[in-house]
């Protein structure tokens, strides 16, 4: 590569601008046009400084003046930079699936087969629609502003679980844990996984007895792909570590599939469920 030259995505990081906002707005002002294999200059982004460069990894593709950010319009941009939901969601803890998921619960976004679409009110908070190119999966950036909204900040506390105090709620506990559908869990793992599970569009029922004459009550059920999450806590007894073999052996007899969590999957919970869940076939966004 050019030693004064640098790719559009490389102009992108420099800026901090997210990428395929760059590729949108130098199209928008007709410096690149859209090809069946990818971008090509036009002649206003020739005489902006524009040229190409090839490898055999990559094959041709456009190069840029380092000192392009320096132009008017990359002033206009930082003005008016776009967020991606990974952005948005990493100062809060939050990855940008999650943060997606959030937007829905908002009602501000929709997930669709080709990726995530705008709600009309999404659209009127300045949310913009992108493409990826390696996917063709759509995705939605941000202004900076929108995490100044009441209702993001709002809901991002309520997602931050915490203990509330109850009325001896299970008898044995002093506090209760609320997930964001309300639903009062015993812990704050299972508080957590509940959360996950509803904000994931996941049909789920909590402490639901099993169809079977004797009394073992799962940890989750997911009705709709016939599976049982189990989180097998750190600090259990004896005792409820039999039930809990006990309920794998009467699901494996109703062709029931089980899900165990562990205290060491907690903090890649958004991970570890999305990959396991996909392999027993449960659907989720």
Same mark, same amino acid.
């Given at each position: #590569?050019?030693?004064?030259?640098?790719?559009?995505?490389?102009?992108?990081?420099?800026?901090?601008?997210?990428?395929?906002?760059?590729?949108?707005?130098?199209?928008?002002?007709?410096?690149?046009?859209?090809?069946?294999?990818?971008?090509?200059?036009?002649?206003?982004?020739?005489?902006?400084?524009? =040229?190409?460069?090839?490898?055999?990894?990559?094959?041709?593709?456009?190069?840029?003046?380092?000192?392009?950010?320096?132009?008017?319009?990359?002033?206009? #941009?930082?003005?008016?930079?776009?967020?991606?939901?990974?952005?948005?969601?990493?100062?809060?803890?939050?990855?940008?699936?999650?943060?997606?998921?959030?937007?829905?619960?908002?009602?501000?976004?929709?997930?669709?087969?080709?990726?995530?679409?705008?709600?009309?009110?999404? =659209?009127?908070?300045?949310?913009?629609?992108?493409?990826?190119?390696?996917?063709?999966?759509?995705?939605?950036?941000?202004?900076?502003?929108?995490?100044?909204?009441?209702?993001?900040?709002?809901?991002?506390?309520?997602?931050?679980?915490?203990?509330?105090?109850?009325?001896?709620?299970?008898?044995?506990? =002093?506090?209760?844990?609320?997930?964001?559908?309300?639903?009062?869990?015993?812990?704050?793992?299972?508080?957590?996984?509940?959360?996950?599970?509803?904000?994931?569009?996941?049909?789920? =029922?909590?402490?639901?007895?099993?169809?079977?004459?004797?009394?073992?009550?799962?940890?989750?059920?997911? $009705?709709?792909?016939?599976?049982?999450?189990?989180?097998?806590?750190?600090?259990?007894?004896?005792?409820?570590?039999?039930?809990? #073999?006990?309920?794998?052996?009467?699901?494996?007899?109703?062709?029931?599939?089980?899900?165990?969590?562990?205290?060491?999957?907690? $903090?890649?919970?958004?991970?570890?469920?999305?990959?396991?869940?996909?392999?027993?076939?449960?659907?989720?966004?």
């Amino acid at each position: #590569m050019s030693s004064d030259k640098i790719s559009t995505s490389a102009l992108a990081k420099q800026g901090e601008i997210p990428v395929q906002q760059l590729f949108s707005v130098l199209k928008d002002y007709g410096w690149i046009r859209k090809v069946d294999d990818g971008w090509a200059l036009t002649t206003k982004g020739e005489f902006e400084g524009g =040229s190409y460069l090839s490898s055999k990894r990559y094959g041709r593709y456009i190069v840029w003046p380092q000192d392009l950010l320096e132009h008017q319009l990359f002033k206009a #941009m930082e003005s008016n930079k776009l967020l991606s939901a990974t952005a948005l969601g990493r100062p809060e803890g939050f990855s940008g699936r999650e943060l997606n998921r959030l937007f829905v619960e908002l009602g501000w976004l929709k997930p669709s087969p080709r990726g995530w679409e705008l709600t009309a009110t999404g =659209s009127a908070l300045g949310g913009q629609v992108f493409e990826n190119q390696q996917s063709s999966l759509s995705y939605v950036l941000w202004p900076e502003d929108i995490r100044e909204r009441e209702a993001f900040i709002r809901l991002i506390q309520e997602c931050k679980i915490e203990p509330q105090a109850t009325g001896d709620l299970f008898g044995d506990k =002093s506090s209760c844990w609320t997930a964001i559908d309300g639903v009062a869990c015993k812990s704050r793992e299972h508080c957590c996984i509940a959360q996950w599970l509803y904000l994931a569009g996941v049909r789920y =029922s909590i402490y639901r007895p099993l169809p079977v004459d004797e009394l073992q009550v799962s940890d989750f059920y997911l $009705p709709d792909s016939a599976v049982c999450l189990e989180f097998w806590a750190a600090t259990e007894h004896s005792d409820a570590i039999s039930a809990r #073999m006990r309920r794998a052996e009467i699901c494996k007899e109703l062709n029931l599939s089980v899900l165990d969590i562990h205290p060491d999957d907690m $903090p890649s919970l958004d991970d570890y469920l999305s990959r396991h869940l996909q392999q027993l076939g449960v659907v989720f966004y």
